[in-house]
């Protein structure tokens, strides 16, 4: 079936210093979502890249999809505490459209 | 209006015991979906519906039973809890399967003794 990597498993960061996590799909993808979690929370949608080599950005977050719509990153700039939390990509668990299938997450520290 | 909840948010049972989670959602969202999550890895779908009466298994379903009689609910039963059960269950819904917007419940720890 469908499978999502995600590297790094972890990262832990100086506040102000940038991050970058990256999702590789096995199989090309129609879409991709992004989602956050706070430690202790439920995830939160943050964007879905659907065209190929997109490029979406929110305030430091720049979000990318590749030409060939297998992988993408998520890249923060000058990390804040408010970042800390597990970020995690999404892709189309079937041919369908009719579920998600998720990448194990990157969880991000953040000192201060 | 709290869009998806579910209850309990906290749970301690025993091996063996049969378990429901309630999942209720107030946007009239087709999709539905259940997860785990355990340290290590990441969100499991157990199972999905795409509509009422519309359930179908996902990555997990073993020991897992759905019913989905009403647009707005999809419980999930655990028939005979087991210990590797214990988990972070959430549930969440969508407009329009995964070319939409997944909104997530708060959760439920449930400890299986």
């Known amino acids: 079936g469908q499978q999502v990597m995600q590297i790094p498993q972890y990262q832990h960061v100086q506040e102000g210093e940038d991050f970058t996590t990256y999702c590789n799909s096995s199989t090309t993808l129609s879409n991709i979502q992004w989602y956050k979690q706070r430690p202790g929370g439920h995830p939160v949608f943050l964007i879905q890249l659907v065209k190929s080599g997109e490029v979406k950005k929110q305030k430091r977050l720049t979000f990318q999809f590749g030409e060939a719509k297998k992988n993408s990153s998520l890249h923060i700039t000058a990390t804040q505490t408010t970042d800390v939390g597990t970020y995690f990509c999404?892709?189309?668990?079937?041919?369908?459209?009719?579920?998600?299938?998720f990448g194990p997450g990157t969880r991000l520290s953040v000192l201060p | 209006d709290a869009g998806i909840t579910q209850s309990p948010r906290y749970k301690i049972t025993e091996t063996g015991r049969q378990v429901t989670l309630m999942c209720h959602q107030t946007?009239?969202?087709?999709?539905m979906f259940w997860y785990r999550q355990d340290l290590g890895h990441g969100l499991r779908l157990i199972y999905y519906s795409a509509a009422a009466d519309i359930t179908d298994k996902g990555e997990v379903p073993d020991g897992y039973v759905v019913s989905r009689s009403k647009t707005e609910n999809f419980p999930l039963t655990l028939e005979s809890a087991t210990r590797s059960q214990t988990s972070v269950y959430f549930c969440a819904s969508s407009g329009s399967g995964s070319f939409d917007t997944q909104y997530f419940g708060p959760g439920t720890r449930l400890t299986v003794l």
């Open positions: 946007w009239s969202h087709s999709y």
């Open positions: 999404a892709g189309p668990g079937d041919n369908y459209g009719q579920n998600f299938v």
